[in-house]
């Protein structure tokens, strides 16, 4: 199974989510683009979060120096996204977590976006973290990945409850709710331990 991650917006909690997917699945973890921060990238924070031994940690297709969009970011390393060479890892039959880079329409260059790295074997996994417009920020992804049939396996609420937001999103795209991430005073092994256990039983019933 593939489970490609992705948010409603930069900065809503898709690391940690893809940390604890990973843990409870003991999948593989690759994030394809990466942009910024490459001595502390999503890569070295989800394997710092991780426990169980079985998961292999794949080497980006980009890793760009700037944090900002990808397709700045390669145009400040002097260099243009294909597409085409972000090839899945070889040889891995386990589980594979993809993490995207911000939403689904951040632009890699000037005709790809996120949404465009995602393959029809692939499960899309939405976090959606609580703040003014994420609403239609959230429905606005969902109705996306619908009219480009790319199946949604479901969605990670990250941060404190709102059930007011949760129910509208809930009851107007009838998607799959996978559970929520708590506003946590931090993240550490432990944490993402306990959190998959949580989320396994239905991950495992993705399949």
Known sequence: MKLFITGISTDVGKTVASAIITEALEADYWKPVQAGDLENSDTHKVRSYVSNEKSVFHKNSYALNTPASPHLAAELDGITIDINQIKLPEYTNEHLVIEGAGGIFVPFNSTDM???L??????VVV???HYLGSIN???????A?????IEIAGIVFSGDENLAT???????????????IEQEPY????????YAERFREKLLGLQ
């Open 187 to 194: 993240f550490d092994k432990n944490v993402i331990k306990e």
């Open 127 to 129: 976090v959606s973290r």
């Open 166 to 180: 949760e129910t509208i999103i809930l009851n107007k795209t009838g998607v799959n709710y996978l559970g929520r």
């Open 114 to 116: 996120v949404i465009d």
């Open 137 to 143: 920020h959230t429905l606005l992804t969902i109705e």
């Open 145 to 149: 990945l619908q009219n480009r049939k």
């Open 118 to 123: 995602i393959q029809p074997d692939y499960k």
